[in-house]
T-cell receptor
Framework: AQSVAQPEDQVNVAEGNPLTVKCTYS??????LFWYVQYPNRGLQFLLKYITGDNLVKGSYGFEAEFNKSQTSFHLKKPSALVSDSALYFCAVRDSPRGNTGKLIFGQGTTLQVKP | EADIYQTPRYLVIGTGKKITLECSQT?????MYWYQQDPGMELHLIHYSYGVNSTEKGDLSSESTVSRIRTEHFPLTLESARPSHTSQYLC????????????FGEGSRLTVL
């Protein structure tokens, strides 16, 4: 079965510093991986996805993620954090890419706190 | 901005009441989903639909029911609400392409007293 894990409940960084939010995955076959962000009392917003090709994926709001097949990881990164980046971040994997359910399986979420 | 809408955004009701959470999308997506988000923030799939007249139970057992009579509409109903149903409910849709992302509504936060 497909699964993702986010090993950190919370990540704290200072504004202007680089940030990394970690995600590891377990899939059968090729992984389709996604990152979402959730601000307080809001729905989830899509940031970026990895399907195939270049291991470095660029997304919204200056975020990028690095796909590493040997380490089965898909860490979210940003070179310079902003206070407004403070939010809850979810990594997700497509359930059975060859199937047609379209379901996403989410990690448990990581709270990013960026301090001024 | 995704064109998927949920109402109500917030609802506080008493035990035993029947409630329906509305979800509509204007993107013509065939696939729609309901996720329940715990106070601890994890997301669990409770229902999904491949298209009109198709509904399936998700990975987390739920006492709620759903219907899909129109492509754009995917309401969730609780016949008799209980405090254990207190949660945030997130509706989503996708085009059905395997590589496609899900688009989420803003959520409905339900509190049952």
């Amino acid at each position: 079965a497909q699964s993702v894990a986010q090993p950190e409940d919370q990540v704290n960084v200072a504004e202007g510093n680089p940030l990394t939010v970690k995600c590891t995955y377990s899939v059968s076959g090729n992984p389709y991986l996604f990152w979402y962000v959730q601000y307080p009392n809001r729905g989830l917003q899509f940031l970026l996805k990895y399907i195939t090709g270049d291991n470095l994926v660029k997304g919204s709001y200056g975020f990028e993620a690095e796909f590493n097949k040997s380490q089965t990881s898909f860490h979210l990164k940003k070179p310079s954090a902003l206070v407004s980046d403070s939010a809850l971040y979810f990594c997700a994997v497509r359930d059975s890419p060859r199937g047609n359910t379209g379901k996403l399986i989410f990690g448990q979420g990581t709270t990013l706190q960026v301090k001024p | 901005e995704a064109d998927i809408y949920q109402t109500p955004r917030y609802l506080v009701i008493g035990t035993g009441k029947k409630i329906t959470l509305e979800c509509s999308q204007t993107m013509g997506h065939d696939k729609m989903y309901w996720y329940q988000q715990d106070p601890g923030m994890e997301l669990h799939l409770i229902h999904y639909s491949y298209g009109v007249n198709s509904t399936e139970k998700g990975d987390l057992s739920s006492e709620s029911t759903v219907s899909r009579i129109r492509t754009e509409h995917f309401p969730l109903t609780l016949e008799s609400a209980r405090p254990s149903h207190t949660s945030q409910y997130l509706c989503a849709s996708s085009s059905g392409v395997a590589t496609g992302e899900l688009f989420f509504g803003e959520g409905s936060r339900l509190t049952v007293l």
